[in-house]
């Protein structure tokens, strides 16, 4: 299976730092062997329409709502984002539950819309600190899991996983590829009791992966790419990341 690197641009970014960053990241990419996306702010996802179209480079969003359409002021909709054309939306980050308080049953819906619109949700799961520390981690991922793969049911096989400890989002610390692959083998076994096709569903890792660390992250059997914060924010950076995944 090909591997997904897909960029979090998260809330950075502006119109002219977005085209230069884009434009040096399409001059170096070439014909990338991973699949490549990058998830920007919704404001911005008009102009990566217009940059990336007919490029080997898909887009996304990093949210999309709960609901359908109607009175949910400062929302945006499964439908609006695929009138962008988004590949992927991210659903479940951690900062979106952590500071946005979305509970497991709101990223499961949030999921399920994404694929009624014909998007890929990247379902995000992980453990905090001191749920690692307390034993839990294997319990907290699969219970987040366990949350989308109730509602979405026979189309689990159409989401991407993103494991991302919170412990190594956007702090330098990255799990160990032995951690994160253990991690990844309970998200697979999980996946293969809802989907008869578990080796279709691309686990990515996320948490620090930067170009040092990645191609020994990306060379463990469940590791199927990677959902990169503040490294795609650097082309070069990215660039060496996407190159490790080929
Ligand atoms: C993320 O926010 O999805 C992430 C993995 O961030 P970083 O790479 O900066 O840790």
Redesign the pocket.
């Known amino acids: 299976m090909k591997k997904l690197i897909a960029g979090?641009w998260?809330m950075n970014g502006g119109l002219a730092a977005n085209e230069a960053l884009v434009r040096a990241m399409l001059a170096g990419i070439g014909q990338p062997a991973a699949h490549v996306a990058l998830c920007a702010p919704a404001p911005y996802l008009a102009q990566l329409q217009s940059l990336l179209a007919g490029s080997s480079v898909a887009w996304g969003s990093q949210d999309v709502s709960a609901h359908e359409q109607g009175a949910y002021t400062g929302e945006v909709s499964a439908a609006m984002l695929r009138d962008f054309a988004c590949r992927y939306a991210?659903v479940g980050?951690?900062?979106r539950r952590q500071y946005h308080g979305e509970t497991d049953a709101v990223v499961a819906q949030k999921a399920q819309r994404a694929l009624s619109a014909g998007i890929t949700p990247i379902v995000?799961v992980g453990e905090t600190l001191a749920e690692r520390e307390a034993g839990q981690t294997e319990a907290v991922v699969k219970r987040q899991l366990a949350a989308v793969i109730h509602v979405v049911a026979h189309c689990t096989s159409e989401i991407v996983v993103?494991y991302?400890p919170v412990w190594?989002?956007?702090?330098?610390k990255t799990a160990t590829p032995e951690q994160a692959q253990q991690v990844h083998a309970v998200l697979r076994h999980q996946l293969a009791a809802a989907t008869a096709h578990p080796e279709r569903v691309q686990i990515l890792y996320?948490?620090?992966?930067?170009a040092a660390n990645a191609a020994s992250l990306l060379a463990q059997p469940d590791i199927d790419g990677?959902?990169?914060?503040?490294?795609?924010l650097k082309a070069a950076d990215f660039l060496q990341i996407v190159a490790a995944a080929g």
């Open positions: 979090n998260k991210i980050h951690s900062e995000c993103a991302e190594a989002i956007g702090t330098g996320g948490g620090s992966m930067n990677g959902l990169i914060g503040g490294a795609s």
